[in-house]
């Protein structure tokens, strides 16, 4: 249920994006770090994710439970930058919060119910949003870093081409 809602609004806040990116009089491009740093977030923590197989306690996991959530937040903040629209921004993390909240609230139950005490255990120590900065201890390792796991298999390209066609379709129509 979130995750079509999730991409409804989505799809609004890309239009809204573009609409008032070409608008604007005035483009941010150091925003475009910001863009970059949640992608790059977003593939680090796709390339330790193996979906419902292994309960995911590495990489950005041992400082956060929800890094992919984390960059998806990066690069919508740093494309209300980009066009520097605060509306846009303000708008953006109140819809952005709610929803993931909710999305995050129903992934646990799962989570639970798939990892039992391994993710409860897990959750006491690892914040839901803002990194901590003492990484979470675990005896079982699960796996390394693997890209072809990110950009393939989590579809991670999907994020890649919609930032970068975003910001080149801002900047050829831009006036």
């Known amino acids: 249920m979130y995750n079509n809602l999730r991409r409804f609004l989505a799809f609004l806040f890309a239009i809204a994006v573009f609409y008032l990116g070409i608008k604007s009089g005035y483009v941010f491009y150091w925003a475009i770090l910001i863009i970059l740093l949640g992608q790059i977030i977003r593939i680090w923590a796709a390339g330790y994710l193996r979906k419902k197989k292994i309960l995911s306690v590495v990489g950005p996991y041992r400082y956060v439970r929800n890094p992919l959530y984390a960059g998806s937040l990066f690069i919508g903040i740093g494309f209300g930058l980009f066009i520097w629209n605060f509306y846009v921004l303000?708008?953006?993390?109140?819809?952005?919060?709610?929803?993931?909240?909710?999305?995050?609230?129903?992934?646990?139950?799962?989570?639970?119910?798939?990892?039992?005490?391994?993710?409860?255990?897990?959750?006491?120590?690892?914040?839901?949003?803002?990194?901590?900065?003492?990484?979470?201890?675990?005896?079982?390792?699960?796996?390394?870093?693997?890209?072809?796991?990110?950009?393939?298999?989590?579809?991670?390209?999907?994020?890649?081409?919609?930032?970068?066609?975003?910001?080149?379709?801002?900047?050829?129509?831009?006036?």
């Open 90 to 175: 303000s708008v953006l993390l109140v819809f952005f919060i709610g929803i993931y909240t909710l999305k995050i609230n129903s992934e646990e139950k799962k989570l639970e119910e798939i990892f039992a005490e391994q993710y409860v255990e897990y959750k006491k120590h690892v914040p839901r949003w803002f990194p901590t900065l003492k990484p979470y201890k675990t005896s079982n390792e699960p796996g390394e870093f693997d890209l072809k796991l990110a950009i393939i298999k989590n579809k991670e390209y999907n994020s890649i081409l919609g930032c970068i066609g975003m910001l080149i379709l801002i900047l050829i129509f831009k006036k």
